[in-house]
């Protein structure tokens, strides 16, 4: 049985390099606000994600930060003030 973890993404690249890394993310995850993105995949997505993502990089001067949430682990999010993408956008 495949089993989904919760991610949370976080990136801060060089501006020539933020519309690809953007653009790879959303196709996998929610992005939920500037440089952020959350959702479920599966162990082998994330795999596939990650080396499409060090593909784009430069890993002398840029940074991908992925935050492995395991299974189930999400159960709250606060929000104080906006909420800049909702996730019933994405659904």
Do not use: C
């Amino acid at each position: 049985m495949v089993v989904n973890v919760y991610y949370l993404v976080v990136y801060d690249v060089h501006k020539k390099r933020v519309a690809k890394v953007h653009k790879t993310l959303i196709g996998y995850l929610h992005w939920i606000q500037n440089s952020v993105f959350e959702g479920e995949l599966t162990p082998a997505t994330m795999q596939e994600l990650q080396k499409k993502l060090q593909k784009l990089i430069h890993k002398e001067t840029d940074s991908v930060i992925i935050f492995d949430l395991g299974e189930n682990s999400y159960r709250l999010k606060k929000i104080i003030g906006v909420e800049k993408s909702p996730i019933e956008h994405f659904l």
